[in-house]
């Protein structure tokens, strides 16, 4: 693969990345130094645009969909647009070039947007992207993928949204199911963060749910043997999701006996230079090809 810095700061002037927010800005900002050499205007991917998944409050909940030119296996990988529980709309076609070492490799990616905060709280949020999975295992035979290898990805609130599919959508014995998941710097235990005068609570107002239902919506107490093979990507210097949330879940999915790997960037806080991206992207391409590509195929229509 080749990336190219000078390709992500172009990108990034023309889109104006910080007026996102926080952690939307780290979502992205996470590919300096990986971002794949633009494609050209004549080779973009197919691209299915604001395919409408379900509806609320008299809006369209929409999903982009990225397919491979070529070298199509038949696998699908869910991305959580979303940075702290807010989903950002951005111009397809500059999406595709985030997503183009994935889909180099032959994988249909799935940019799902949901109800953003401050109007949407968390578990609003978790039952759009859940919506959004069963969309998604409907299209699966028309987009030319095995439903048995659908992945999710994402980072920061979008890898505790992937943890939430990853860690609850398999404990149902019919419909669709999470067969890997990629989460990097999630947060896996909400609690922590909802304590009275705790500024998260402002600064992040999808937080303010009751709090009754915490446990039900922190992917660290939802583990079963049930759940997707899990891959964690986290900083040692994280003040905002500390590496505990990481090492907490890996130590639930161990004792309930299911695949993790927990991969530490030494250093970075909530978001990581060059080389700690080329780690991270690196290890998510390896565990989607161990936990899917390896994976026997199913017939779509099951």
Request: hydrophobic share 40%; with cysteine; aromatic share 10%.
């Amino acid at each position: 693969m080749q990336f190219s810095l000078a390709c992500l700061e172009s990108v990034s002037r023309r889109v104006g990345w910080r007026r996102f927010g926080l952690l939307w800005t780290v979502t992205w900002s996470l590919t300096a130094g990986l971002m794949p050499i633009a494609y050209a205007e004549d080779t973009l991917p197919k691209i299915r645009k604001d395919v409408v998944y379900g509806h609320k409050d008299g809006m369209a909940l929409t999903m982009d969909v990225f397919e491979p030119e070529s070298k199509r296996k038949g696998i699908g990988l869910m991305f959580m647009v979303s940075g702290g529980w807010v989903s950002t709309w951005m111009p397809p076609a500059q999406m595709s070039n985030f997503f183009k070492p994935l889909l180099d490799e032959g994988y249909t990616i799935i940019a799902v947007r949901h109800g953003s905060s401050p109007k949407y709280v968390i578990p609003e949020i978790v039952e759009d992207v859940r919506k959004a999975l069963g969309h998604v295992d409907k299209e699966c035979q028309e987009w030319q993928i095995d439903k048995s290898k659908l992945g999710v990805f994402g980072f920061s609130a979008g890898g505790h949204l992937s943890l939430m599919l990853g860690t609850t959508a398999n404990d149902k014995k019919r419909g669709p199911r999470i067969a890997a998941v990629a989460a990097v710097f999630p947060p896996t235990d909400l609690a922590p963060y909802k304590t009275d005068g705790n500024p998260r609570m402002e600064q992040f107002p999808a937080l303010k749910f009751d709090s009754s239902r915490n446990d039900e919506f922190s992917p660290l107490r939802q583990v079963s043997s049930v759940d997707a093979p899990t891959l964690l990507v986290h900083g040692d210097k994280d003040d905002l999701v500390p590496l505990s949330h990481s090492e907490n879940i890996k130590e639930a999915f161990s004792k309930s006996e299911v695949p993790c790997n927990l991969v530490v960037i030494r250093g970075a806080a909530h978001g990581f230079d060059a080389e700690g991206n080329r780690i991270m992207f690196e290890s998510m391409r390896d565990w989607f090809k161990k936990h899917l590509d390896e994976r026997p195929n199913q017939s779509s229509g099951d």
